[in-house]
């Protein structure tokens, strides 16, 4: 491979690298993720490979420098063809460079062996647990590119009854302000049955989807995973049977899990 071709090679990968170094920075930023993957990894190769550049323009860059300087040139007899032609010791310090780069890439890859110390008095043991279990380059890189054993994005019980609600945009309740000036303790309990319309609602605004197109809902989640499963259990709600349900988020819906006979309270 020629020098020339080499360069270029070093412009094109710089230029891939940095391009993703912006990409996972903007991804980072706007999803509010604490290190997006490689991210770390990709500056530190784009910061090798504008060390590579410049090695292979040295000469083409001090040149412009005593140029636009007004420095004289240290030599003023022409350079013979040897000189010209790369030398060797360049060649050498460029590969070099690389293996240096590719080494320090593998070492940061490679998952390292914890040693696991005793907890003291002192010891923060969220900071231990996180340092204890975060995953290396290596694994976060595997679990990015394996689509093929994500679990399911919704828990569904196929066998179960399916129980639509009413839509939960159509319930109306009273303002943040209506509610804390007309909140008042109680201890008479209504006898009345709960509308299933408020049911609807309360569900929704626990875990319901409020960002269809990515499927956010309205409680916060890290990493958008949503842990959390709903399951409602109704003693004496208008227009349901007593059971316990669960709530199918992706379908604002409930699953008749068990039906069984009201029984008071």
């Known amino acids: 491979m020629r020098r020339k071709d080499l360069d270029y090679l070093v412009i094109v990968a710089m230029l891939v690298s940095g391009l993703y170094v912006t990409f996972s ?29 410049l090695a292979l323009n040295w000469r083409k860059v001090m ?29 050498d ?90 909140r008042r303790s109680v201890r008479d309990y209504t006898d009345g049955s709960l509308p299933l319309e408020q049911l609807s609602y309360l ?8 960002e269809e197109r990515w499927d956010f809902r309205a409680a916060p989640s890290a990493g958008a995973l949503y842990p959390i499963e709903l399951y409602a259990v109704a003693h004496d709600v208008a227009g349901l049977e007593p059971g316990i349900y669960h709530y199918a988020v992706q379908t604002h819906g409930l699953e008749l899990l068990r039906q069984r006979t009201a029984a008071p309270l």
């Open 93 to 182: 310090f460029v590969i070099s460079g690389l293996a240096a780069v590719g080494g320090f890439i593998l070492g940061r890859l490679l998952p390292r062996r914890r040693v696991l110390e005793r907890p003291g008095e002192d010891t923060d043991l969220g900071e231990l647990y996180h340092q204890w279990s975060k995953p290396g380059y290596l694994q976060a890189l595997g679990a990015l590119l394996d689509w093929g054993t994500q679990p399911e994005r919704y828990k569904t019980y196929p066998d179960a009854r399916q129980i639509t609600l009413p839509d939960p945009r159509g319930f109306r309740g009273l303002s943040m302000e209506e509610a804390v000036e007309t």
């Open 203 to 210: 569900l929704h605004a626990a875990q319901g989807i409020t």
């Open 63 to 91: 040149a412009y420098l005593r140029k636009r300087l007004g420095l004289r040139k240290r030599r003023e007899r022409p350079e013979t063809p040897a000189e010209r032609s790369p030398a060797r010791g360049r060649r």
């Open 25 to 53: 920075g903007l991804v980072a930023d706007v999803f509010g993720f604490p290190q997006f993957a490689l991210h770390p990894a990709a500056g530190y190769v784009t910061a090798a490979l504008a060390t590579v550049h």
